[in-house]
Nanobody, 126 residues
Framework: QVQLVESGGGLVQAGGSLRLSCAAS????????MGWFRQAPGKDRDFVAG????????RYADSVKGRFTISRDNAKNTVYLQMNSLKPEDTAVYYC???????????????????WGQGTQVTVSS
C-alpha cells in the first residue's frame, strides 16, 4: 500500500507560480509512474502531467505545456509539479496519483492509477 500526501496549494494571482509536492510512503515509490490530475467543481478529473518511474519520460496536457513541469526525487519519495504563468482556469483541486504497473508509456487516464492522494486546492484569481 502506498500513501500519498499533497502539499503546496493555495491562492495566487494570475501570472503567478506555485510548486506542488506529493510525498509518498513505501519502499517501492521509485518503481511507480506518477501523475498529477485536477478536478474543478462539476467537472471530470483531468490529467495534468505524468512522469515515468525513472523520470526519463514525461507527458503533459496540452493546456499546461510550457507552463507546468513535473519532476521527481526518488531519494526523497517525492514528486513535484512546478506551475508557472497560472491562469484562472487552472483553479481546481490537484491530486497526485501512483501507477504500480511497470510500463514504458506514462499513463494519462485516472483508471490507470492505483493510489491517490487527498488533493490540494489551487485557486488562481484574475
Amino acid at each position: 500500500q502506498v500513501q500519498l500526501v499533497e502539499s503546496g496549494g493555495g491562492l495566487v494571482q494570475a501570472g503567478g507560480s506555485l510548486r506542488l509536492s506529493c510525498a509518498a510512503s513505501g519502499r517501492t515509490f521509485s518503481t511507480y509512474a506518477m501523475g498529477w490530475f485536477r478536478q474543478a467543481p462539476g467537472k471530470d478529473r483531468d490529467f495534468v502531467a505524468g512522469i515515468s518511474w525513472s523520470g526519463g519520460r514525461t507527458r503533459y496536457a496540452d493546456s499546461v505545456k510550457g507552463r507546468f513541469t513535473i519532476s521527481r526525487d526518488n531519494a526523497k519519495n517525492t514528486v513535484y509539479l512546478q506551475m508557472n504563468s497560472l491562469k484562472p482556469e487552472d483553479t481546481a483541486v490537484y491530486y497526485c496519483a501512483a501507477d504500480r504497473s511497470i510500463m514504458v508509456v506514462v499513463p494519462t487516464t485516472p483508471g490507470e492509477y492505483d493510489y491517490w492522494g487527498q488533493g490540494t486546492q489551487v485557486t488562481v484569481s484574475s
